[in-house]
Structures are given as C-alpha cells and as structure tokens.
C-alpha cells in the first residue's frame, strides 16, 4: 500500500521509524531484530537509508525487502540519485517493486565523504526534482514517492549566521512545491528541536499551495556528542532551553536520554495538539528512546522501557 494513503485514511495519530544498514553482518542481525520488536508496535511504515552514491545499495534494498516481506510492515526505501548512474537508479527502483515495495523516498543525497560538492555525473540526475520526475515518468503511479523537506530551509541555504535570509527559505519552499507538483505525495521533514519552526514550515507549505501530509521527523537526543555532530551538520537551531538543560548534564549519558526523552515527548505533544497526525522517529537503530516518547504520549502499550528521569535531578548524583 502506498503510505500516504494509510496517512490519508487513518483517523487515530499514527507513527513510523527510520533505521539506517549497520555495517557488519552482526549489526544487521540485530538491527533485524530490533526492527521486529519495534513492529510489534504497529508503526504505520518503516524507512531503510541509502548511502549516498549507492554505498549501501546492495544492502539497503536487502533490508528493505526483509522488512516489507518477512517483518511484514510497510516499508519505504530511500534512495539517493547524485553520483549514482540512471541504470543503477533503475536497478534499485525495479528491485523493490518486484519485492512488492511501494514506498520510494526520493532524495538528492550529500556529497561523498570528503567532498564538499557533488558532481553531476553524465546522463545523471542533479536534485531530487529530476528523480522524482524520472519516477514518475518511468513507473506511473506505482510508486508512492516521499521527499525531504527543510524546516529551516536546507543547509545550502543557511548562512554563517545560523539562518536563512528569507529569500533562501522562500525559494527552498518553491523548490520543495515544485517537487510535490513533479509528483511526490508525502514530505517527511530533516529533523528539527524547535517546534515553533516546524509548524510555521508547515503553514508557510499550505500558504503556497503544498497539500499533501508533511510529516515531522524526531530524533530523540541520545547522546550529547552525536546531537551536537548532528545539528552542526544539519545546521539545526539549538533552542536556548535545550542547550541550558542539556550543559549541566551533558557529561551524564543516562541523563541526556532521559532529557531526550522528555524534550521528544514535549516536542510531539505540541505537534500533536496543532492538528499533525503522523510522528515519524529516525531511531538512529535504537529502540528505547523511541518507544519511550510512544509509551509517554499514549500511543503503544507501556513496555519495560519506562526509565526514572534523572536529568530532573543535580548532574553530580549520578556520577559515579
Ligand atoms: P533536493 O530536494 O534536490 O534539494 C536540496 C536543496 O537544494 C533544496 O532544498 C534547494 O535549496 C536546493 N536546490 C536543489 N535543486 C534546486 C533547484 N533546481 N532549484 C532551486 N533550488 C534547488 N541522505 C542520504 O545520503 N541518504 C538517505 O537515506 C537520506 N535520507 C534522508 C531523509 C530525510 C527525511 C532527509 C530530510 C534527508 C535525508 N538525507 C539522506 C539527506 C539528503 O540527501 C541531503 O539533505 C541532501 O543534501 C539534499 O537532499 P534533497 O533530496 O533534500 O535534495
């Protein structure tokens, strides 16, 4: 089924979580595992990344079928067609369809490692536009198609100041309708910690005429150096009250999780009140904080996850 439609059809809040190919045999045993526990849950789909330039692409489509066809949830590949041949595209688009995919997400992707621009191959495609196009033209309505959006305008677009002049995000918006208007039905947002951003994305989408669901991306702080990587490379605003209670603690691995949990959960609750119907959680391949922030707003059963929330109390306590 095609995921927009169950997002569409479906009255009660629904939910979905990314997963990344781990990079040994083990990892993807767990991984595989993990996701299975994750399902028992009834998340509307599941998503497997793509490294970029068909890094992973043996892998990614290996677990993408694994998820649709043997955990049995409805599953959306990414796929990425920078630095990636037309026929390699193919390739990957006809595998998951005779797999019984349905679900693409259909993305530019980043230079490679160590590159600061990517290079249009020959007879390659250059943005996400042209494979959203290319899909289109090429497979009909088979496919439901996804695409990234950018609360905060895309990385390119902001400036050393941290923000986008509101011509960058203006025309970052009109890019991103041109791509829903080439044929994309779902937009699933980078991730973001102020939710004030996320919902004035979502208006200023409406305001140009972008109606299909636009659906927010969480990811649950799970460690203080990974979330501090992660905002500085997708240039994400820090809100001043998550950097004033994530310093005094920051030191305190089990007490930035628990702070992630309780800022996801604030977080979706906000969402949730302003009429948004679908959380989408990149896991980062972890269950807990994830299931944890469900289990907190009332959307899975409780589970052994519940955690005390140290970050509540003085940092110094809980250092060994
Ligand atoms: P595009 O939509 O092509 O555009 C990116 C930006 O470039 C636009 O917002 C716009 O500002 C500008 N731009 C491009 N073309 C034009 C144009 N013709 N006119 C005007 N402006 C233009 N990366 C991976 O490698 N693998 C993944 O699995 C992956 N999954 C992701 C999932 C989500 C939900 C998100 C938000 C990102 C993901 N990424 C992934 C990262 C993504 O590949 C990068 O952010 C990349 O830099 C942009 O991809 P895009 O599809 O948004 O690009």
Redo the contacts with the bound molecule.
């Keep these: 089924e095609k995921i927009q439609e169950a997002l569409l059809e479906e009255k009660k809040v629904l939910f979905s979580f ?1 997963f ?1 190919p781990p990079k040994t045999e083990d990892g993807v045993e767990n991984l595989l595992e993990r996701m299975e526990r994750m399902v028992a849950h009834n998340p509307a789909f599941c998503d497997i ?4 330039g068909g890094s992973t692409a043996d892998l990614t489509l290996d677990i993408a079928n694994k998820m649709q066809n043997i955990i049995c949830v409805e599953s959306m590949m ?1 796929l ?1 067609c920078t630095n990636m041949p037309v026929d390699k595209i193919d390739h990957a688009l006809q595998t998951i369809k005779s797999n019984g995919l349905q679900n693409v ?6 230079p490679p490692h160590g590159q600061d621009k990517f290079v249009q191959i020959q007879g390659g495609f ?4 042209d494979l959203v196009t290319h899909i289109r033209a090429k497979y009909g309505d088979y496919f439901g198609v996804t ?4 609360p905060e ?5 902001i400036g050393t100041d941290g923000l986008a002049s509101p011509e960058a995000y203006q ?2 918006l009109a ?2 309708k ?2 829903v208007d080439a044929g994309a039905d779902l937009i ?3 991730l973001f910690y102020d939710t004030d951003v996320f919902l004035k994305f979502v208006h200023d989408c409406r305001q140009i005429g972008i109606t299909c669901p636009i659906v927010p ?1 969480i990811m649950p702080i799970n460690n203080y150096k990974g979330f501090i990587r992660m905002t500085g490379f997708c240039k994400t605003k820090i809100p001043a009250e998550v950097t004033a209670a994530l310093e005094p603690i920051k030191d305190n691995e089990e007490a930035v999780k628990s702070y992630g949990i309780h800022l996801g959960t604030e977080m979706c609750k906000k969402i949730l009140a302003h009429g948004i119907r679908t959380l989408h959680l990149y896991t980062l391949n972890m269950e807990k904080s994830a299931l944890a922030i469900l289990m907190n707003l009332g959307l899975i059963e409780e589970t052994k996850i519940s955690r005390p929330l140290p970050w509540r109390r003085p940092a110094n306590v809980f250092r060994v």
Excluded at 147 to 150: I, K, L
Excluded at 153 to 157: I, K
């Design positions: 990314e990344f990344t793509w490294g970029a990414h990425t997400l259909a993305l530019r992707g980043d250059a943005c996400a536009l695409v990234a959006g950018y305008a895309h990385p390119d677009a025309s970052d890019y991103l041109r791509k699933i947002t980078q991306g």
